[in-house]
């Protein structure tokens, strides 16, 4: 069964509002997860790193502001996208780093449509 | 230039054909080679994860990596119909490959195996 557990699956938003995406670990404590974003037929971008306890490092280009990371404990991490355009509509994907398995493990997704 | 490059493809390939999957990449630092299936909305999810230079199989799958081109293939031997989605390449450089989970992804290939 999977292991990392992503929600919701599926998200249709008017533009203006803010969505929250949950990204929870099931059977590790995750001190680090990841946050990615994949349009149609392109490959997955990494949009930032979240770390429990402190400030997700962004990567270059994504604006922090807009796109919210909250890792306030081991198990979830939550991407809110603020003030949601169509042009955010993407697909999410978070992944979770289990150190005791050395292994990471991927979110099933989230597709986000903005009317 | 990306620094993964991956042919998006789209392959098409009979059943219990050879299917050849490829990757360049630019970026001299990457260590951790790996290659993710990724059926329609969903998670990638990892087939094979190889160290440096060299071959691994897997059952049916086999990578292999060569540093000296900057060039990683996965091959599929007696492809099923079930095999049908899109490959993702991705690399890291940092120590603990996958277990650090700062990956950059290829841009995928769509595969479809038809009966």
């Known amino acids: 069964g999977a292991v990392v557990s992503q929600h919701p699956s599926r998200v249709i938003c008017k533009s203006g509002t803010s969505v929250k995406i949950e990204c929870r670990s099931l059977d590790f404590q995750a001190t680090t997860m990841f946050w990615y974003r994949q349009f149609p037929k392109q490959s997955l971008m990494l949009m930032a790193t979240s770390n429990e306890g402190s400030k997700a490092t962004y990567e270059q280009g994504v604006e922090k502001d807009k796109f919210l990371i909250n890792h306030a404990s081991l198990t979830l991490s939550t991407l809110t996208v603020t003030s949601a355009h169509p042009e955010d509509s993407s697909f999410y994907i978070c992944?979770?780093?289990?150190?005791?398995?050395?292994?990471?493990?991927f979110g099933s997704g989230t597709q986000l449509s903005v009317l | 230039q990306k620094e993964v490059e991956q042919d998006p493809g789209p392959l098409s390939v009979p059943e219990g054909a050879i299917v050849s999957l490829n990757c360049t990449y630019s970026n001299s630092a990457f260590q951790y080679f790996m290659w993710y299936r990724q059926y329609s909305r969903k998670g990638p999810e990892l087939l094979m994860y190889?160290?440096?230079?060299g071959n691994k199989e897997d059952g049916r799958f086999t990578a292999q990596v060569d540093k000296s081109s900057k060039y990683i293939s996965l091959f599929i031997r007696d492809s099923q119909p079930s095999d049908s989605a899109t490959y993702l390449c991705?690399?890291?450089?940092?120590?603990?490959?996958?277990?650090?989970?700062?990956?950059?992804f290829g841009q995928g290939t769509i595969l479809t195996v038809h009966p």
């Open positions: 190889t160290y440096s230079s």
């Open positions: 991705a690399m890291s450089a940092n120590a603990g490959g996958t277990s650090y989970g700062k990956l950059t």
């Open positions: 992944s979770a780093r289990d150190l005791r398995r050395e292994k990471l493990f």
